[in-house]
């Protein structure tokens, strides 16, 4: 499986982007996915995951309410829809596979990872 973030950029504080997610196979249909992100100096922190019918939704409380994550299975796409961005978000965004349908905030859930894609955050 590969995977293929996209959609990052330069933004002001409370702007908006949205990042996508392009799985290489339609597989990663049956498994959950998530975003993840990891600041300079910073472990890389959990930000999202959406099952693999998109009933169950997990936010980290610092995105919670900002961000909306959401999966387009025919077209094996994942998005992150991020409102009001703060300098603190400011990071390099991966997307993730993982093994289970219904996934978690941990990395080891996740065997699959993108590339990532930088989000700035100005103030």
């Known amino acids: 499986v590969q995977l293929q973030a996209s959609g990052g950029g330069l933004v002001q504080t409370g702007g908006s982007l949205r990042l996508s997610c392009a799985a290489s196979?339609?597989?990663?249909?049956?498994?959950?996915m998530g975003w993840f992100r990891q600041a300079p100096g910073k472990e890389r922190e959990f930000v999202a995951t959406?099952?693999?019918?998109?009933?169950?939704?997990y936010y980290a409380e610092s995105v919670k309410g900002r961000f909306t994550i959401s999966r387009d299975n025919a077209k094996n796409t994942v998005f992150l829809q991020m409102t009001s961005l703060k300098p603190e978000d400011t990071a390099v965004y991966y997307c993730?596979?993982?093994?289970?349908?219904?996934?978690?905030?941990?990395?080891?859930?996740?065997?699959?990872w993108g590339q990532g894609t930088q989000v700035t955050v100005s103030s």
């Open positions: 959406i099952s693999w019918n998109g009933g169950a939704i």
């Open positions: 196979k339609r597989t990663t249909s049956n498994n959950a």
């Open positions: 993730a596979a993982s093994r289970y349908a219904s996934g978690g905030s941990q990395t080891s859930h996740y065997p699959y």
